[in-house]
């Protein structure tokens, strides 16, 4: 059975500081996407990652790929009030066929 | 700006009635897929459709849900009879579906209540 874990599942950090968000999966993928999900919204793309070894940066976030660890991080550099949302880590299956994580609720704190 | 469009946005019902939810993809996207949300089970694939086909449906329960696409355009999941377990959102999302995905499109989701 294909497992898609996220820790931590809720992060609490200041403004300023940085911290690394986990995605372990449980078989083989090279495809793996992020997206940010605000409260009561719908979700939003943030990175695709395609291949071992990727790596993506937008703003203060920065994703990347280890395909043989089966682990992809999101990394937060001197984090905002406006980051506060869930993050969700997404794995492409065979057929396209997306399993995702059970996502991580980051709260920025002033 | 290309958007996948979901009606309706909010669905209030009793126990028992047929809901039907409607999704128009992004024109030009091949790959439609249906997703429910709830605090409990997280994100649930429920269905997709790739040029129209249903690709899987194992996420469904198969002897209530239903899902079609009547055209490119156009993919529908309904629910008959609906019970309030059945109480999410369900999104609908699209993509390109030629190997590997670029990503999917998420729409705003349909809030469902079944008293």
């Known amino acids: 059975e294909l497992k898609v874990e996220q820790n931590p599942l809720f992060l609490s950090m200041q403004e300023g500081k940085n911290y690394t968000i986990y995605c372990n999966y449980s078989?083989?993928?090279?495809?793996l996407y992020w997206y940010r999900q605000d409260p009561g919204k719908s979700l939003e793309s943030l990175f695709v990652l395609l291949s071992n070894g990727a790596v993506k940066q937008e703003g203060r976030l920065m994703a990347s790929l280890d395909t043989k660890a089966r682990l992809s991080t999101l990394h937060i550099t001197a984090a905002v009030h406006d980051l506060s949302a869930t993050y969700f880590c997404?794995?492409?299956?065979?057929?396209?066929?997306?399993?995702f994580g059970t996502g991580t609720s980051l709260t920025v704190i002033p | 700006d290309a958007r996948v469009t979901q009606t309706p946005r909010d669905k209030v019902t009793e126990m028992g009635q047929e809901v039907t939810m409607r999704c128009q993809p992004i024109l030009g996207h091949n790959t439609v897929f249906w997703y429910r949300q709830t605090m409990m089970q997280g994100l649930e694939l429920l269905a997709y459709f790739r040029n129209r086909a249903p690709l899987d449906d194992s996420g469904m329960p198969k002897d209530r849900f239903s899902a079609e696409m009547p055209d490119a355009t156009l993919a529908t999941l309904k629910i008959q009879p609906s019970e309030p377990r059945d109480s999410a959102v369900y999104f609908c999302?699209?993509?390109?579906?030629?190997?590997?995905?670029?990503?999917?499109?998420f729409g705003p989701g349909t809030r469902l209540l079944v008293l």
């Open positions: 078989t083989t993928s090279d495809r």
């Open positions: 997404a794995v492409d299956m065979v057929g396209n066929q997306f399993y």
């Open positions: 999302a699209s993509g390109l579906g030629t190997g590997a995905m670029e990503t999917q499109y």
